[in-house]
C-alpha cells in the first residue's frame, strides 16, 4: 500500500476563485507526478518533479502550477479557476531510478 | 500525437473467461511497459509490468505478451473474476537520466459479469 495522501477528495468551487491542490508522500520518493484524468479517460501528465526546487511542464498543457519546497509536499495550484478545469487530478510518486509510480486517489475537481 | 493506443475501449467478460486488452506503440525508444488497474474513486496501481527483453511475463492469472516487432502488447486475465472489474490502462516509459515518464492508453473498461 503507497502512502501518498491528495486532499481535497472533492472539490466544488466558484469560477475565478484560486485553489491549491494538496499532495503528500511519506516515502522519501523524489520523484512527484501531477496527471490530470478526464473520468474513464486516459491519464495525462501536466507536471513532474525530480526533486526539491525542481520542476517541470509535462506532456498536456496546463494552467496549473506547481511547487516542491520539501521531498514529501508537491502541491498544484490553480490562481483562476475556470469551468475547463474540470477534471480528476491524481498525483504519483516514485523512488529514483524505478519505473514504478504509485499514485494517490485523487481530487475530484468541479468548476461551476 | 496518441504514441500508446489500447483496445478495446470496454469489455465485457463472463466470469472465469479470459479477458484480453491489448496495447500498440510508436516510439521504439520505449523499454518498460506497465499495466495500471484503476477502481473507481482509486488512484491507478501498478498490476504487473515487462521489460522488452522478455516476450511474456505471468503473475498468477495475470500475463502480458510482448512483440516487439510488432511494436504491441496485450494483458491477459485467465479465469477472470468479478473482483477484477475495473478500468486498465497500458503505458510506456523511457528511463531518462532522472527518473521516468509514463505514457499511458486510453483505458479499458473491464466488467466481469458473475
Known amino acids: 500500500e503507497a502512502d501518498i495522501y491528495q486532499t481535497p477528495r472533492y472539490l466544488v468551487i466558484g469560477t475565478g476563485k484560486k485553489i491549491t491542490l494538496e499532495c503528500s508522500q511519506t516515502?522519501?520518493?523524489?520523484?512527484m507526478y501531477w496527471y490530470q484524468q478526464d473520468p474513464g479517460m486516459e491519464l495525462h501528465l501536466i507536471h513532474y518533479s525530480y526533486g526539491v526546487n525542481s520542476t517541470e511542464k509535462g506532456d498536456l498543457s496546463s494552467e496549473s502550477t506547481v511547487s516542491r519546497i520539501r521531498t514529501e509536499h508537491f502541491p498544484l495550484t490553480l490562481e483562476s479557476a475556470r469551468p475547463s478545469h474540470t477534471s480528476q487530478y491524481l498525483c504519483?510518486?516514485?523512488?529514483?531510478?524505478?519505473?514504478?509510480?504509485?499514485f494517490g486517489p485523487g481530487t475530484r475537481l468541479l468548476v461551476l | 500525437q496518441q504514441q500508446v493506443k489500447q483496445s478495446p475501449q470496454s469489455l465485457i467478460v463472463q466470469k472465469g473467461g479470459i479477458s484480453i486488452i491489448n496495447c500498440a506503440y510508436e516510439?521504439?525508444?520505449?523499454?518498460?511497459f506497465p499495466w495500471y488497474q484503476q477502481f473507481p474513486g482509486k488512484g491507478p496501481a501498478l498490476l504487473i509490468a515487462?521489460?522488452?527483453?522478455?516476450s511474456e511475463k505471468k503473475e498468477g492469472r495475470f500475463t502480458i505478451s510482448f512483440n516487439k516487432s510488432a511494436k504491441q502488447f496485450s494483458l491477459h486475465i485467465m479465469d477472470s473474476q468479478p473482483g477484477d472489474s475495473a478500468t486498465y490502462f497500458c503505458?510506456?516509459?523511457?528511463?531518462?537520466?532522472?527518473?521516468?515518464?509514463?505514457?499511458f492508453g486510453e483505458g479499458t473498461q473491464l466488467t466481469v459479469n458473475p
Open positions: 504519483a510518486s516514485s523512488e529514483s531510478l524505478s519505473w514504478t509510480q504509485y
Open positions: 503505458a510506456a516509459s523511457t528511463m531518462e537520466t532522472s527518473g521516468s515518464r509514463l505514457t
Open positions: 515487462i521489460r522488452p527483453d522478455v
Open positions: 516515502m522519501g520518493h523524489d520523484k
Open positions: 516510439n521504439t525508444a520505449f523499454d518498460y
